[in-house]
């Protein structure tokens, strides 16, 4: 579904990419691991458009996407929930995921999708009418999701959905995250802590300086020695 084929990103002189190939199949998790500052952000930036890059080609379901504008990723099927949440702060949490849909007009299904998100979290509803700059940052993680999935996307970006979350907030979100790519969702999820990363999904990809240094099938890159060693503490 996603093929991304010597993607380069520089920031002036700065490379934070370094030409990377790798691809998402449709209906697969894939996860992209890392230390802070090898590239993953950045490496999402770039596909969702919201940065530009430099060199390489991006592919989404045999289209080319890295020449178009930013606003029309959404309409392609790409949703991103970025890191540090970005959810509207004056904004209820209805109004919120009703801004996720804001490209949609069947408004009988944005209403079952909206119950469906609130059966996934049900803190969402009990807090419909509450400001979202006023959440827990668990509970607006949870909205950034909801909202993306709100989209109907066919493809999730997902980035550092556990950054500066407490443990059990992490459980309940990574619980949902499980069940929507088990429900078919393609997802390419970006994650600093890798054993939860790449417990969560089929394949995973580690990336250093910009680089990527390692593919494999997950449950291969857990008992891998270097990356044990580097991310997993052993």
Do not use: W
Request: include cysteine; charged fraction near 20%; aromatic fraction near 4%.
């Amino acid at each position: 579904m996603l093929e991304v084929t010597g993607l380069h990103v520089a920031y002036g002189g700065i490379q934070a990419v370094r030409s990377i190939t790798f691809h998402v199949n449709e209906g697969e998790m894939v996860a992209l691991i890392g230390a802070n500052g090898a590239g993953k952000t950045s490496t999402l930036k770039a596909i969702s458009r919201v940065i530009d890059a430099v060199g390489g080609d991006v592919h989404f379901c045999g289209e080319k996407i890295s020449k178009i504008a930013p606003h029309h990723i959404i309409r392609k099927g790409i949703a991103l929930v970025p890191e540090g949440r970005g959810v509207f702060p004056r904004l209820t949490v209805a109004e919120n995921l009703a801004m996720g849909a804001f490209l949609r007009h069947d408004k009988a299904e944005i209403a079952l999708d909206q119950e469906k998100i609130y059966g996934y979290f049900p803190r969402l509803k009990e807090r419909a009418a509450q400001l979202a700059g006023t959440l827990s940052g668990g509970e607006q993680q949870m909205l950034a999701i909801g909202r993306a999935l709100m989209s109907r996307p066919k493809m999730l970006l997902l980035d550092e959905p556990s950054m500066g979350l407490a443990p059990i907030m992490v459980q309940k979100i990574f619980e949902v995250i499980r069940i929507v790519a088990a429900e078919g969702m393609t997802t390419l999820l970006i994650e600093q802590n890798a054993k939860l990363a790449l417990e969560s999904s089929q394949r995973g990809y580690v990336m250093e300086s910009g680089e990527i240094t390692l593919t494999g099938e997950s449950a291969s890159l857990l008992n891998d020695p270097k990356v044990r060693a580097a991310y997993l503490g052993e």
